[in-house]
């Protein structure tokens, strides 16, 4: 079974420094998909970034980074310059074969003025 | 960029009635939706995978006479909670994938549940 483990349930970071959220992962099988996602206070689930199994490249969109480890089996995401609009739920998330998505439980990252 | 919406964003009923979410791709087709549903500070889970034209299928745990989906459409996928009870009051999303692409799936703005 697959399985999303995120570590850090809350973290505070200085505006304009990067953070990094961690991200391990569980699965048997060869080809999957990790994802990114945050998540406002207004709820709604905001795509941030994509990572394939097969992909030999770590994943970049912008100011988000995901640092792909296959063999430790982590997907850490990776912000850079962070921003006050940055404090968010931010979920960890893999897609297996079968096209389900299984969520982590989240990070709440609030970005310090 | 792919837009998923959904109907009613809030709603707030007794306990007893029942209710009729909708979640619409409004840009593209989706022959597979998914509902999830998330508690007060807790990650997204999944109920259920919406397919077009067929029966849906129901995660572990899941009541599927109580949690009614129906994928009537390429761009529509109905949850009904039937005889809503407080303990369904939730945060319902549903997603879409794009049909033909694998790897993205939309959210939608999702639907505050609130059953008295």
């Known amino acids: 079974a697959q399985k999303i483990t995120q570590t850090q349930p809350g973290m505070f970071v200085q505006e304009k420094e990067a953070v990094t959220l961690d991200c391990t992962y569980d699965?048997?099988?060869?080809?999957?998909?990790l994802f990114w996602y945050k998540q406002p206070s207004s709820g709604e689930m905001i795509f941030l970034i994509y990572q394939g199994s097969y992909d030999e490249q770590n994943a970049t969109e912008g100011r988000y980074s995901l640092n792909f480890q296959k063999a430790r089996k982590s997907a850490n995401l990776v912000i850079s310059a962070s921003q006050l609009g940055d404090s968010a739920m931010y979920f960890c998330?893999?897609?297996?074969?079968?096209?389900?998505?299984?969520f982590g439980k989240g990070t709440r990252l609030h970005i310090l003025p | 960029g792919a837009v998923v919406s959904q109907h009613p964003s809030w709603v707030i009923c007794k306990s007893g009635t029942s209710v009729k979410i909708e979640c619409r791709s409004l840009d593209f087709q989706a022959t597979t939706m998914f509902w999830y549903r998330q508690f007060p500070k807790q990650s997204l889970m999944l109920m259920a995978t919406s397919n077009e034209g067929s029966k849906a299928t129901y995660e572990q745990g899941v009541e599927k006479d109580k949690f009614l989906i129906n994928h009537a459409s390429l761009t529509l996928s109905t949850l009904t909670v039937t005889s809503a009870h407080p303990e369904d009051s939730s945060f319902y999303i549903c997603?879409?994938?794009?049909?033909?692409?694998?790897?993205?799936?939309?959210f939608g703005p999702g639907t505050r549940l609130l059953v008295l």
């Open positions: 699965t048997s099988d060869q080809s999957y998909g």
């Open positions: 997603s879409a994938r794009r049909t033909g692409v694998l790897q993205t799936q939309y």
């Open positions: 998330a893999m897609r297996a074969p079968d096209d389900k998505i299984i």
